[in-house]
């Protein structure tokens, strides 16, 4: 059965809602631009972001710890991180401490895991 567009989605108001938000993000989230599936998309996205927003607090770890927990939440590996940024390489430095985030990073790593960018910006110690 293919998968059907669900286009009553309201704010999400509890932890059930939430859970069914995510799942369905991870549905539609390499939809084709402009396909109803990515508008979904983009609306999940911004429903996600803002319950995660109203309901937790961000750990008190450095950006790179921030990113790798991000990741675990959204069942991201480094290699998805690469598509969004383009260079595995890069990617494995970071995640390993070898060079430090660049702006870019944080700009796309912000929307793609939903972490505010001045969380990305505190300065951490490289390896």
């Given at each position: 059965m293919k998968?059907?567009?669900?286009s009553?989605?309201?704010l999400?108001?509890?932890?059930q809602?939430?859970e069914?938000?995510?799942?369905?993000y991870?549905?539609?989230?390499?939809?084709v631009?402009?396909?109803k599936?990515?508008?979904e998309?983009?609306?999940?996205?911004?429903l996600?972001?803002e319950?995660?927003?109203?309901?937790?607090?961000?750990?008190?770890?450095?950006?790179?710890e921030?990113?790798?927990?991000?990741?675990?939440?959204?069942?991201?590996k480094?290699?998805?991180?690469a598509k969004e940024?383009?260079?595995k390489?890069?990617?494995?430095?970071?995640?390993n401490?070898?060079?430090a985030?660049?702006?870019?990073?944080v700009?796309?790593?912000s929307?793609f895991?939903?972490?505010?960018a001045?969380?990305?910006?505190t300065?951490?110690?490289?390896?």
């Amino acid at each position: 059965m293919k998968n059907r567009i669900k286009s009553d989605w309201f704010l999400i108001d509890n932890e059930q809602e939430y859970e069914n938000a995510l799942t369905r993000y991870q549905e539609v989230k390499y939809a084709v631009q402009n396909s109803k599936e990515h508008k979904e998309k983009l609306l999940l996205a911004h429903l996600i972001a803002e319950y995660e927003e109203k309901t937790s607090e961000l750990p008190e770890v450095d950006p790179v710890e921030l990113i790798k927990i991000r990741m675990e939440d959204f069942g991201y590996k480094s290699v998805d991180l690469a598509k969004e940024y383009g260079d595995k390489g890069t990617i494995s430095k970071v995640l390993n401490y070898k060079q430090a985030l660049s702006l870019t990073m944080v700009r796309k790593f912000s929307k793609f895991l939903h972490i505010p960018a001045d969380a990305l910006i505190t300065e951490y110690e490289l390896k």
